[in-house]
């Protein structure tokens, strides 16, 4: 189980499902630099759909080794955030490779072991746009989600394939259900599975105060008493199967034993991108 390596036959799922509502119009930091919530989370997701590009790439040429999508949620509506768009709400990676927007220049400011601080340069390709406006649909784009992979882990050419990681990021409050109609869905989410496993739905929310402390990755409802939302975040997450332990021991907070549950509370943007890394790292490419 949760051991299927990826290969142009036998591909892999990943949704990355966003929060655009109003309340990502805060601001907070990433490597430092002050910027919208929204912001943030594109760049970071950015960052991880280059990768999934670079890890696809056989002798110069984009294998279709993985089915993308990003879906926004504000207002009243669930959409695509990429450039191309599909009546699945996938697009094969190859095929977004094509379509691959040009890469801008981005500096960061970086500080070294012994003090100094130099500015890092790299570059980035503008996958999805940072907007972020009006209410937190949640229970509609979790519902949007599950009709998703509940469709691609049906198709006989996915059912070998190592089963589907949905990361939802936010920040926020759902608008349009309730606590217990979110934790249905994501236990509907979390039922689908191919061959090799249940779909992993990993729950990230993002600190509204620096001052907060993260939870990562924890064992038990150790905070429940920090938010409201706290218990229906941990009931919405998956619980991460033993094989994927050596991957998020490193950076589980608080370092506790049991079995993890796929969530994150108070994060900053620095570890969403930490979790993003290791959740794609889960899928083992042939």
């Given at each position: 189980?949760?051991?299927?390596?990826?290969?142009?036959?036998?591909?892999?799922?990943?949704?990355?499902?966003?929060?655009?509502?109003?309340?990502?119009?805060?601001?907070?930091?990433?490597?430092?630099?002050?910027?919208?919530?929204?912001?943030?989370?594109?760049?970071?997701?950015?960052?991880?759909?280059?990768?999934?590009?670079?890890?696809?790439?056989?002798?110069?040429?984009?294998?279709?080794?993985?089915?993308?999508?990003?879906?926004?949620?504000?207002?009243?509506?669930?959409?695509?955030?990429?450039?191309?768009?599909?009546?699945?709400?996938?697009?094969?990676?190859?095929?977004?490779?094509?379509?691959?927007?040009?890469?801008?220049?981005?500096?960061?400011?970086?500080?070294?072991?012994?003090?100094?601080?130099?500015?890092?340069?790299?570059?980035?390709?503008?996958?999805?746009?940072?907007?972020?406006?009006?209410?937190?649909?949640?229970?509609?784009?979790?519902?949007?989600?599950?009709?998703?992979?509940?469709a691609w882990c049906a198709k006989a050419n996915n059912r070998q394939s190592f089963p589907p990681i949905i990361f939802h990021i936010t920040d926020g409050e759902c608008?349009?259900?309730?606590?217990?109609?979110?934790?249905?869905?994501?236990?509907?989410?979390?039922?689908?599975?191919?061959?090799?496993?249940?779909?992993?739905?990993?729950?990230?929310?993002?600190?509204?105060?620096?001052?907060?402390?993260?939870?990562?990755?924890?064992?038990?409802?150790?905070?429940?008493?920090?938010?409201?939302?706290?218990?229906?975040?941990?009931?919405?997450?998956?619980?991460?199967?033993?094989?994927?332990?050596?991957?998020?021991?490193?950076?589980?907070?608080?370092?506790?034993?049991?079995?993890?549950?796929?969530?994150?509370?108070?994060?900053?943007?620095?570890?969403?991108?930490?979790?993003?890394?290791?959740?794609?790292?889960?899928?083992?490419?042939?």
């Open positions: 189980m949760y051991s299927k390596p990826i290969t142009h036959l036998n591909r892999g799922a990943i949704i990355m499902v966003v929060d655009c509502s109003m309340s990502m119009q805060e601001q907070t930091l990433l490597n430092r630099v002050p910027m919208r919530k929204i912001e943030a989370v594109a760049t970071v997701c950015n960052y991880l759909i280059d990768e999934l590009l670079e890890r696809a790439k056989r002798h110069d040429e984009v294998r279709n080794y993985y089915d993308i999508a990003v879906l926004g949620y504000a207002g009243t509506e669930v959409r695509s955030m990429l450039p191309i768009d599909t009546d699945t709400g996938f697009v094969a990676i190859n095929r977004l490779a094509e379509a691959a927007p040009k890469p801008r220049t981005i500096v960061f400011e970086q500080h070294t072991d012994d003090g100094r601080t130099t500015d890092a340069t790299f570059t980035l390709r503008e996958w999805i746009k940072p907007e972020a406006h009006g209410k937190t649909p949640m229970f509609q784009a979790l519902s949007r989600a599950y009709n998703m992979v509940e608008n349009d259900a309730s606590d217990a109609d979110l934790v249905s869905i994501a236990k509907s989410i979390c039922n689908t599975s191919t061959e090799d496993g249940n779909t992993l739905l990993i729950n990230i929310h993002l600190s509204p105060y620096d001052e907060l402390p993260s939870e990562i990755f924890p064992t038990e409802l150790s905070r429940a008493n920090l938010s409201p939302h706290y218990r229906t975040l941990f009931e919405m997450s998956s619980t991460l199967p033993e094989q994927l332990d050596s991957l998020v021991a490193s950076i589980a907070k608080p370092a506790s034993s049991g079995r993890h549950r796929a969530m994150a509370f108070n994060a900053s943007p620095c570890e969403l991108l930490t979790i993003l890394n290791i959740g794609s790292e889960s899928i083992n490419l042939a």
